[in-house]
């Protein structure tokens, strides 16, 4: 059967594998499933290190303007 999605291959240590298959038994779902789930969740918290990091950095340059709530949501 065809599918849209990307294949990987991954190679788990034997501890990986047997954390994911549980927790993929535990959610009922394939293992596949949990995986991809879970490599979401990893990229999520990536991109928030990411925009954490740029925001730090804009925090500290001299000259920062801040608006109120009432201003920014005009």
């Known amino acids: 059967m065809p ?7 991954v190679s788990l240590s034997d501890e990986l594998n047997s954390a994911l298959k549980k927790l993929a038994s ?9 995986a991809e789930r879970l490599l979401e ?3 999520e918290i990536e991109e928030d290190e990411v925009w954490n990091k740029i ?5 500290k340059t001299k000259n920062v303007h ?3 709530h009432n201003q920014t949501w005009k």
Do not use: F, H
């Open 55 to 59: 925001a730090s950095q804009r925090e």
């Open 3 to 9: 599918t849209t999605k990307t294949r990987i291959n």
């Open 41 to 43: 969740i990893a990229l």
């Open 26 to 34: 535990r959610d009922q779902i394939p293992t596949a499933t949990k």
């Open 66 to 68: 801040y608006l109120s």
